[in-house]
């Protein structure tokens, strides 16, 4: 019926289930690049621990809480004046 150069080969089935696992995989990879994470923060990601080591976790809080210390400052100031 078909000649070997016009044969549809069956490599496996695509079901919705592994097309919607697709679609994760490549949002995830896209919000990733986003977040500017690192390969080894994804893989990091990937096996459920922490997005962030913890240095940046560290910068991130220190900076946090200098930026309220600078806004309290800043509010005792103007209730001083």
């Given at each position: 019926m078909?000649?070997?150069?016009?044969t549809p080969f069956l490599i496996g089935v695509l079901t919705a289930?592994?097309?919607v696992e697709l679609i994760e995989d490549e949002a995830t990879e896209?919000?990733?690049?986003?977040a500017g994470l690192t390969e080894e923060e994804e893989a990091i990601f990937e096996?459920?621990?922490?997005?962030l080591s913890e240095v940046q976790r560290k910068?991130?809080?220190t900076s946090v809480e200098a930026a309220k210390e600078k806004a309290a400052k800043e509010k005792d100031a103007k209730k001083k004046k």
């Open positions: 078909y000649t070997m150069w016009c289930n592994d097309l896209d919000y990733h690049r986003l096996e459920g621990y922490d997005i910068e991130w809080i």
